[in-house]
């Protein structure tokens, strides 16, 4: 990769160098990297673009409107969508091949996985062979989130009950005041499902875990024995205007997250459904 360096003399005078190839490079964790990553990258995606409009691989259509997709990127992770077949494969793992070497970025294949939807496992094995990589196993974890599992088991959300728990040590209980324990379970407790809550319907038996673990912090977590709730958790979940705590109920919350995504798909602002 060669570079042109910009010398500055002066305030008014500016001289340009010859280029020069440069010997050190950027550590993972420089604020410049990201920022050159995602400048370079664009060419990989005017690279898949090209690939699609000229046949060579096979996107995804989806809904009426027929909407291409046939690569997303999230920072520095990248998903290709392709019809199951050894022309789309292969013609991917070319493009890789050919971003590679204009841009010195590898893809790491050894780190990447395939995954196929209503596809035999026999062509996903030998797909993952052309690619040299391994078959993802499902349920998978992306951005936090657990893809493939059945979120009416409780099974699903053992990971959310566990990081509310984690939240909440007994010394947090001992040495907070009520307040303190009241700002807690507003700003970090309530917050910890939200990402689950707005993509899936929280089953009851889950519901009331995160709420007892809730109503016990509030009311004495910490403390042996059994807790003595001094109000109704339906009050305590009410504005202050009308006399409650202001807390978040979960369960009540879950549903505008979902319908949310019905709205958006409605709209004309960010669904695939909206009116041309």
């Not at 951005?143 to 053992?158: A, M, T």
């Not at 917050?191 to 889950?206: A, D, G, N, R, T």
Request: some cysteine; overall charge positive.
């Amino acid at each position: 990769m060669q570079w042109s360096f910009l010398k500055l003399t002066s305030f008014n005078n500016v001289t340009i160098t010859n280029e020069f190839t440069p010997k050190k490079g950027l550590r993972q964790c420089d604020p410049l990297a990201l920022f050159l990553f995602l400048i370079v990258v664009e060419g990989l995606v005017r690279v898949s673009r090209t690939a699609v409009e000229k046949e060579l691989v096979e996107s995804l259509e989806i809904r009426k409107k027929l909407i291409k997709v046939d690569m997303l990127q999230y920072a520095n992770d990248t998903l290709f969508f392709c019809e199951a077949n050894i022309k789309s494969v292969f013609n991917i793992k070319v493009m890789l091949s050919c971003f590679e070497l204009a841009s010195g970025l590898k893809a790491n294949f050894l780190k990447s996985r395939i995954r196929g939807v209503g596809v035999e496992q026999t062509k996903i094995l030998c797909f993952a062979t052309i690619l040299n990589c391994e078959v993802m196993r499902t349920p998978f974890k992306y951005l936090g989130i657990l893809v493939g599992g059945f979120h009416k088991r409780c099974e699903f959300w053992d990971e959310v009950v566990n990081r509310v728990k984690s939240r909440l040590g007994r010394w947090k209980g001992r040495y907070i005041s009520m307040a303190g324990r009241i700002c807690l379970i507003k700003f970090v407790l309530s917050s910890i499902p939200l990402f689950y809550l707005s993509l899936f319907k929280l089953p009851s038996s889950v519901l009331k875990k995160i709420v007892c673990l809730q109503r016990n912090f509030l009311w004495g977590w910490g403390s042996e024995g059994r807790k003595i709730a001094w109000v109704a958790w339906d009050k305590v979940c009410k504005s202050r205007e009308a006399g409650g705590l202001g807390i978040i109920n979960v369960g009540s919350f879950n549903l505008p997250l979902l319908e949310k995504w019905i709205w958006r798909l409605n709209s004309d602002k960010g669904g695939c459904g909206g009116k041309s």
